[in-house]
């Protein structure tokens, strides 16, 4: 990620924050986390298990599939 995307990232946050807007935030960690799972289910052909760690996906995906 570039300096500058971070500062942009940074600064909605704080935005928001200011704002009291924090449902924007949850939710676009909501969405974030809602992507990840489907990738990570599709990638490791169903197997994938939410108290997987992000290594252990990897490691599947890697030496599994």
Do not use: N, P
């Amino acid at each position: 990620m570039s300096e500058e995307r971070l500062k942009a990232i940074q600064s909605l946050v704080t935005d928001c924050y200011i704002a009291h807007q924090e449902d924007i935030i949850a939710g676009i960690i909501y969405q974030l986390e809602k992507e990840y799972d489907e990738l990570a289910t599709l990638s490791s052909f169903g197997e994938y298990k939410k108290e997987w760690s992000h290594d252990y996906l990897l490691d599947f995906i890697t030496y599994e599939t």
